[in-house]
C-alpha cells in the first residue's frame, strides 16, 4: 500500500509516527459482539438506503437531503421523549409504558422525516422538474437543500449535539459463543428487516407499487398508462421519508447522543454505499448492502483501532463496488423487479 | 428531468424553429449583467487587452489602494483578506474547469486542496520528520499529488454515470478529513507550524512573505492565477476543450460522435484536481499552519457555490465568485456565521430561477455548431468530390 511505502521512501530521518496499524488480535476477541453490533447498524443503513434507493429508481437522482430528512426524524424522536421526560439514564416505566412512548416516538419522527420529504421534493426538485433542467442542475440543487437545512438546524440547536436520550436498559436475550445478545439490538433489526420486507411487498403488490415501478421503468410511457407521475414522486418521497423517521428511532436507541445539526451526512454516505452495493433501485439490495455496509464497517473499524474507521472501510468499499461490479451485488433496476 | 433515453425526433423544420427560439431567448437571457458579454465581444481586440491591462493593473493594486467601503478593514485585515480571496478564486478557476468545463460534479474538492496543503506542510514544516525541501517546490509538488489522487478516484467512478462521481467525491472530501485525524502521522488537531514560505528578505532583511502580511502571497496567488487562467483558455479553445464541452451538453452524443468521452473526463477531473492541490499549498503557505479543521466538507459545497455563483463554465465568473464567496463573510462579519446556511440556500435559488449565475457562459458550442452548419450550407457546392468533410470532435455534436 501507498501508506506503507511513503514512511520507507523518506527515511531520511527517523519516523516515529505510524500510519496505519492493524490490531488482528482485538479484532479475533471483538468478532462475535462486532458482528451483531454491525448488523444493528447494518440494518438502520438499510432503512435510509432505502429512501436512496427509491428515489434514485424514480428518478434517476441522488437525493442528498434524504440525510436531512433523516436527521429531522431524530429531532422528531429527541422532541417527543424529552418531552416525556426521557433522560440519559434508562426511565423507570413498565413495559408497556416505555412501548407506548416509543410508538409515539416513532409516529411523530416518521411525520416529522415525511413532511420534510416532501417540502424538499416541492421547494427543490419540482420546479426543476418544470424547467427541464440539465441532471447537473439537480445534483447541485439537491447538495444545496441538503446545506441549507443542516444549517438551518445549526442555526437553531447549535453545533453541539443534543442531550443524551436513553429509551431502555437493554436487556440480555441470549448467548452466542459467549456473547451476550442484548434486546436492544433484537428490536433494531427485527423492526427493521418487518419494515423492509413490508415496504418490499408493497412495492411488488399494492397498485401505487406498480405505479412506482412503472415509472421507474418508463415515465412518459407510465404516464400514457394513466399513471399520474407527479403523484407518484410524491409518493415515493413519503415511503422514503417514513422509513428514515422509523431508522432515525433506532438510531437515537443505538447512539443516544448522536442526535447533531450534521449527523445524518456521514450516515447517509454509508446508506448511499449500502444501496449502490446492493444494486441501487433494488429494494432487496439496500436491506443485504445496509447488513454488509455494517459489517465491513465494524469489522473494519476494529481491525483499525478508532471508530471513524468505519466511515473510511464503508467510502473504501464503495469505491470497490463501483470498479469490480457497479450494478451491485443484486442488480439495479427498481423498474425490471418482478410482481 | 427526462429519465428515458429513448429516440429523440429527428429535427424538422418546426424543430429547428424552436432550437433557433430557444437560441433567441438564451441570447436575452445574461444574467445579471445583461449584454455585458456581447458588448465585451463587439470591442475591437486592442480595446479589449487595454481594458484587460488596466484591471490587471487595478487587482495588482488592490492591497495598497485599500479602497473604502470594499475593505473588509476593521473586522479583518484586508491585506490577508484579499491573499484568501485570490486562494478562492484560484479553487474557483480549477473546480470550474471540472464542474464548469466537463459538467462533473466534484463535491469533495476540498480533499485535493487539503492534499495540497499537508503536502506543502509535511515537506516544509520542522514539525514533520520527512524530508524537507525549498516551499516552492511543493507547489509542483502539491500539484502532482493532489492529479494522482484525482486520476486514483476518477478511474473507476468517470466510467459510471456522473451521479456516481458526486457521491463518491463527496465521501472522498469528508474521508481525507478523517484520515487527517485519526493517522497518527498526520497529527490530527495538532498539525504542523510554520509551514514554509518563498524565500527574499527586503532591504531591512525582514522576511517578504510573513504570514502576517498578505500583499505578497496575494500577488503570488494572483500571479498564478493569471497563468492558470491563460492556461484554461487555451484548453477552453482547444480540441480538448471542445471534447469537454460536447461531453457537458451530451455525453452519449459526444461518443457517438467519436469523443473519448472517458478520456476527456479522466483529464478534466485530473486537471482540476491538480489546480485544488496548487491552491491548497498556497494556502498552506499564506496561513503557515495545517491541521484537520480547515477541511471540512461545507467548505466544499462554498466552492461548488462559488463555481455556481459566478456562471458555471466562465473563468471569469468562477474568478469573482470564488473572490465572493470568500469576501462576503469577511466582509460582513455579522452574517458569517451563516454562510453554509446562506450559500447552500443560494444554491437552490441560483439553480432554480438563474442557472447561468453571475455572469453565464457563452454557449459557445451551440454558436460554433451553428457557424459551421452554415458555412457547410453556403458550401455545399464547394465540397470535394470526395466529400471528405472533416468534423472535429464536439463540433455539432449537441444537435
Known amino acids: 500500500m501507498i501508506s506503507e511505502v511513503i514512511p520507507t521512501l523518506l527515511h531520511s530521518v527517523p519516523v516515529d509516527d505510524t500510519w496505519i496499524t492493524f490490531d488482528v488480535n482485538s479484532f479475533t476477541q471483538n468478532f462475535w459482539s462486532s458482528t451483531f453490533d454491525g448488523l444493528t447498524f447494518g440494518a438502520i443503513y438499510a432503512l435510509v438506503a432505502l429512501g436512496y434507493t427509491l428515489v434514485y429508481g424514480v428518478l434517476n437522482l441522488i437525493n442528498f437531503a434524504h440525510s436531512e430528512v433523516f436527521i429531522t426524524g431524530c429531532y422528531g424522536v429527541f422532541f417527543t421523549l424529552s418531552a416525556l ?37 416541492r421547494v427543490a426538485y419540482k420546479p426543476l422538474r418544470q424547467r427541464k433542467a440539465p441532471r447537473l442542475a439537480f445534483l447541485i440543487t439537491a447538495i444545496g437543500v441538503s446545506f441549507a437545512i443542516q444549517y438551518t438546524i445549526y442555526w437553531w440547536r447549535g453545533p453541539s449535539p443534543e442531550a443524551a436520550l436513553t429509551m431502555f436498559r437493554p436487556l440480555a436475550i441470549f448467548d ?23 415496504t418490499d411487498q ?75 452495493l446492493g444494486g441501487i433501485g433494488n429494494v432487496r439490495g439496500a436491506l443485504l448492502g445496509g447488513l454488509l455496509i455494517g459489517l465491513i464497517g465494524n469489522y473494519g473499524q476494529v481491525l483499525l483501532g478508532s471508530s471513524q474507521w468505519t466511515d473510511v472501510v464503508a467510502f473504501v468499499v464503495l469505491v470497490l463496488v463501483l470498479i469490480v461490479r457497479p450494478e451491485g451485488v443484486l442488480g439495479s433496476s427498481l423498474g425490471k423487479s418482478k410482481a | 428531468m427526462s429519465t428515458t433515453d429513448g429516440p429523440t425526433l429527428i429535427p424538422d423544420d418546426a424543430s429547428a424553429q424552436e432550437i433557433a427560439d430557444r437560441e433567441a431567448k438564451m441570447r436575452q437571457r445574461k444574467g445579471w449583467f445583461p449584454g455585458l458579454s456581447d458588448k465585451w465581444n463587439a470591442l475591437p481586440r486592442q480595446t479589449q487587452w487595454l481594458i484587460l491591462i488596466v484591471v490587471v493593473v487595478l487587482a495588482y493594486l488592490l492591497p495598497i489602494l485599500n479602497p473604502p467601503l470594499i475593505t473588509t478593514e476593521p473586522g479583518n485585515n484586508w491585506q490577508i483578506a484579499l491573499a484568501q480571496m485570490s486562494v478562492y478564486a484560484l479553487v474557483a478557476v480549477g473546480l470550474n474547469v471540472v464542474v464548469g468545463y466537463a459538467g462533473l460534479l466534484d463535491l469533495g474538492y476540498v480533499a485535493f486542496f487539503a492534499l495540497g496543503s499537508y503536502t506543502a506542510a509535511m515537506f516544509t514544516s520542522p514539525d514533520s520528520p520527512y524530508v524537507h525541501i525549498p516551499y516552492l517546490w511543493t507547489l509542483p509538488l502539491a500539484m502532482a499529488v493532489a492529479m494522482f489522487f484525482g486520476v486514483v478516484l476518477g478511474v473507476p467512478t468517470l466510467r459510471l454515470r456522473g451521479d456516481y462521481l458526486a457521491i463518491v467525491t463527496l465521501g472522498f472530501g469528508e474521508i481525507v478529513r478523517i484520515l487527517a485525524t485519526i493517522i497518527p502521522a498526520m497529527k490530527g488537531q495538532v498539525g504542523f507550524q510554520n509551514v514554509g514560505h518563498p524565500p527574499g528578505t527586503d532591504s531591512s532583511g525582514q522576511t517578504i512573505f510573513q504570514n502576517s502580511n498578505g500583499t505578497p502571497w496575494y500577488w503570488l496567488t494572483l500571479t498564478i492565477i493569471i497563468v492558470v487562467l491563460l492556461a484554461a483558455g487555451n484548453l477552453e479553445r482547444s480540441r480538448v476543450g471542445r471534447a469537454w464541452i460536447a461531453i457537458r451538453e451530451d455525453e ?28 491548497g ?40 465568485g470564488g ?13 458569517a456565521e451563516f454562510k453554509y446556511l446562506i450559500f447552500g440556500a443560494a444554491l437552490v435559488i441560483i439553480m432554480i430561477f438563474r442557472p447561468g449565475g453571475l455572469l453565464p457562459a457563452r454557449q459557445s458550442l451551440l454558436a460554433y455548431g451553428r457557424l459551421a452548419y452554415n458555412k457547410l450550407k453556403g458550401a455545399v457546392g464547394d465540397i470535394p468530390p470526395s466529400g471528405k468533410v472533416v468534423l472535429e470532435p464536439g463540433k455539432g455534436a449537441d444537435k
Open chain 1, 176 to 198: 452466542v459463543f459467549g456473547t451476550i445478545v442484548d434486546s436492544q439490538q433484537v428490536v433494531i433489526i427485527v423492526a427493521a428487516v418487518i419494515l423492509m420486507i413490508a
Open chain 1, 85 to 121: 421526560n426521557f433522560g440519559p439514564s434508562a426511565p423507570r416505566l413498565g413495559f408497556w409504558a416505555i412501548v407506548g412512548n416509543l410508538i409515539l416516538a416513532l409516529v411523530v419522527a416518521i411525520i416529522a422525516s415525511a413532511l420534510m420529504a416532501v417540502i424538499v421534493e
Open chain 1, 202 to 276: 408493497f412495492i411488488r403488490r399494492s397498485r401505487t407499487g406498480r405505479g412506482i415501478r412503472a415509472v421507474a421503468q418508463d415515465p412518459d410511457t407510465a404516464t400514457l398508462m394513466g399513471v399520474n407521475k407527479e403523484k407518484i414522486i410524491v409518493t415515493t418521497f413519503i415511503i422514503g421519508g417514513i422509513l428514515a423517521g422509523a431508522a432515525a428511532l433506532f438510531y437515537v436507541m443505538k447512539i443516544p447522543s448522536g442526535v447533531q445539526y450534521n449527523g445524518g451526512f456521514i450516515l447517509g454516505v454509508k446508506a448511499f454505499a449500502a444501496a449502490v
Open chain 2, 323 to 335: 473572490a465572493l464567496v470568500a469576501y462576503i463573510p469577511l466582509r460582513f462579519t455579522a452574517i
Open chain 2, 252 to 279: 452519449d452524443a459526444a461518443e457517438i460522435m467519436g469523443v473519448p468521452t472517458f478520456k476527456y473526463k479522466v483529464w478534466a477531473f485530473a486537471i482540476g484536481a491538480s489546480v485544488g492541490g496548487l491552491s
Open chain 2, 281 to 320: 499549498a498556497l494556502f498552506a503557505g499564506q496561513v503557515g499552519f495545517v491541521n484537520n479543521q480547515k477541511f471540512d466538507i461545507a467548505t466544499s459545497i462554498l466552492f461548488v457555490a462559488a463555481v455556481v455563483m459566478g456562471g458555471t463554465g466562465n473563468k471569469v465568473g468562477a474568478i469573482l
